[in-house]
């Protein structure tokens, strides 16, 4: 009796110490009266949907500009533009999707409607689309020739459908062009077999009546969950945040669990305006502005730029096209800084990735796959459970140079790093190499290459018991230009 009342009282012992953790997913209000430490408790245990995770894993995501403004060499176009126009020559959808899998990309955007309302593929609510274009014979379908070389080459497929519609009749009458921007986004969602990512621009402006469009943010969110529940919606969608800007940059400090409410919840814009937020705001999630706010969404940041410096293909750009180097910072600043990279490269008026882009993008992949894979860690850290404070000293390989770290933080149990720092021990002293706050899902930073036979991380302060899943070390090949 005794021994079992002792296995009793160990069994609720060992219970008590693996209590479940609270986690909230996607988002968490706060409760009415809760303190600052409540929040901050609450804003660490915010996790991403299963989706969101998925997304972010990606790391690497291409979009595709392409449309009529490519045959006409506007960026925006006016909506007026003759649907005859666009006729690529030799449009070529395997070839776009073969030259991103080299350059290590997982997933395709493509802009089936840009503002202009051209629509890539033959729907049946406006005439303005490749029905009315010569391009095989107005038979073709960019839609369907994309999403079925994805499908064949195991890429990710998502596209890009503008809310604002300079072609529209209908657009600034709010309930018309509603139903027909629904109308258009279940061709999209019901006739190309799965899709991962569905991108809402924000850009909106006055129909031809003089009115300003409102759209019905509810019912094009049920229409996306209600065919395509696994995709994800970014931009004005709730998934995925636009980082704010167009130039390549992540934040140093970006918080994935974010006070910032996407602008398509009910509520979303008024709640951003009471906190004077907005999607370029340079604070997104310190701890005074959760104090301050009424709950947390899980919101990562993704970051759209372009390889050239228009969306569009533009022949007069072709010696523009950005260089390895600077398409190396980019990753050091967009994957390296706990955002995926949506990288634009647009096809030419053949309907091909032109040859300096491609080029281009497989060097970049191949600079990725041999500067970022091996660690020159021995040993690797694969679960670290540390309080602010806590440091982990590794040993590097024998002789290895090192000028780049790798953190990451388990984001399925949310974001918690506020502040940390990376040490390396060189001719018998320790000096900082790096320091940052976030980490989040990874974190890449650069610094003067050296002989370091150790490498100290130390996590100075987190939100609850930070969750580092992965350091690295690695010696990043200088890039001539
Ligand atoms: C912007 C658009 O206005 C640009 O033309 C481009 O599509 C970019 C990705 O988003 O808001």
Redesign the pocket.
Known sequence: MRRLLTTLLLLSLLGCTHTKEVLYTQHATFPEGATHEEKIDIAARVVPSKKQLAWQELELTA?I?FGINTFTGS??GSGEEDPAMFNPTALDCEQWVLTLKKGGFKMVIL?AK??DGFCLWPTATTKHSVVHSPWRDGKGDVVRELSEACRKHNMKFGF?L?P?DRNAPSYGDSPAYNALFIAQLTELLTNYGRVDEI?F???CGEGPNGKRQEYDWKNIMLTVRRYQPDAVTA?MGDDIRWVGN?GGRGRETEWSATPYTPQSCVGGPEANAALDLEEMTRDLGSRELVARSNGIYWYPSEV?V?IRPG??YHAEEDDKVRSLANLVDIYYTSVGRNSVLLL?IPPDQRGLIHEIDAARIEEFGRYIAENFTASKLVGKVRRWHAEAGASREIEVAKGEMVNTVLLQEDIRHGQRVERFTVEAYVDGAWSVVAEGTTIGYKRLLRFEECAAERLRVTINECRATANISNVAVYCAKEIAE
């Open positions: 979009f500009h960026e925006w802009t840009h503002h890009y503008s604002w991108w621009d924000g850009a931009i167009e759209d372009s969306w569009f634009n």
